[in-house]
């Protein structure tokens, strides 16, 4: 079983930034992928970037590409997502995701079975 607990999410103003750690606990933390997804009121779930277990491959949407850097920290069983450059579109609530199963590093939701409860994110123009 893995627990995640997500934190750092706020309002900041378009052009600002915020760093997202995830904490996961659970004996599969350093084996497992991690992901970062969001979704906004009133539309689908998207992933937003993932980083295999060793932290040796990453991947992201395309949205955020240049802006968004996810990493791993497995001394600590802490994920993060540093943003820049937010913009008003960022606005969402934002989730972390492992898996027991899954071993690559694209942030696509059916690969995940373990989430954490999200932080809210709100960028204002």
């Known amino acids: 079983q893995v627990q995640l607990v997500e934190s750092g999410g706020g309002s900041v103003q378009a052009g600002g930034s915020l760093r997202l750690p995830c904490a996961a606990s659970?004996?599969?933390?350093?084996?497992?992928?991690m992901g970062w997804f969001r979704q906004a009121p009133g539309k689908e779930r998207e992933g937003v970037a993932a980083?295999?277990?060793?932290?040796?491959?990453?991947t992201y949407t395309d949205s955020v590409k240049c802006r968004f850097t996810i990493s791993r920290d497995n001394t600590k069983n802490t994920v993060y997502l540093q943003m820049n450059s937010l913009k008003p579109e960022d606005t969402a609530m934002y989730f972390c995701?492992?898996?027991?199963?899954?071993?690559?590093?694209?942030?696509?939701?059916?690969?995940?079975?373990?989430w954490g409860q999200g932080t809210q994110v709100t960028v204002s123009s």
């Open positions: 980083i295999t277990s060793g932290g040796g491959s990453t």
């Open positions: 659970g004996n599969i933390y350093s084996r497992a992928p």
């Open positions: 995701a492992s898996s027991s199963w899954y071993s690559g590093s694209r942030p696509v939701a059916a690969n995940y079975n373990y």
